[in-house]
């Protein structure tokens, strides 16, 4: 990895999972932010440094907002930070009823749910 975090975010959408990875090594857990309103994702981090004579500052950030697919609920939203300085940012898929369970017919007749 570059000494630089690439801010460039890794999106997946299966059936399984919604998730986002980030390369936020550069910033602490501190100074990142990871929210939602309504049905979109914001992600920011923000980091601020002065000098050693307190004279001047220097400040970096990003913001990166995604829309929420479908179904997805913003209450199961959850993030870690690896020790490598990856946000990974994820919530479980709509799982439609029809997709999960399925009748089976026994041999007997009978039908099992």
């Known amino acids: ?20 990875e980030f390369d936020v090594q550069d910033y602490s857990p ?17 980091q601020e440094s002065k000098t050693k004579g307190g004279k001047s500052s220097v400040s970096k950030q990003f913001e990166q907002r995604f829309s929420l697919p479908s179904g997805v609920n913003p209450e199961k939203i959850s993030s870690k930070l690896s020790n490598r300085g990856i946000l990974t ?21 009978y039908r099992d749910a």
């Open 30 to 46: 501190e100074e990142l932010s990871i929210k939602t309103e309504g049905d979109v994702l914001i992600v920011l981090a923000k």
């Open 1 to 20: 990895m570059s000494s630089s975090a690439d801010t460039s975010p890794k999106v997946i959408f299966d059936q399984d999972k919604f998730m986002v």
């Open 89 to 109: 940012v994820t919530a479980p898929s709509p799982i439609a009823p029809t997709n999960r369970s399925k009748a089976v017919e026994n041999k007997a007749g």
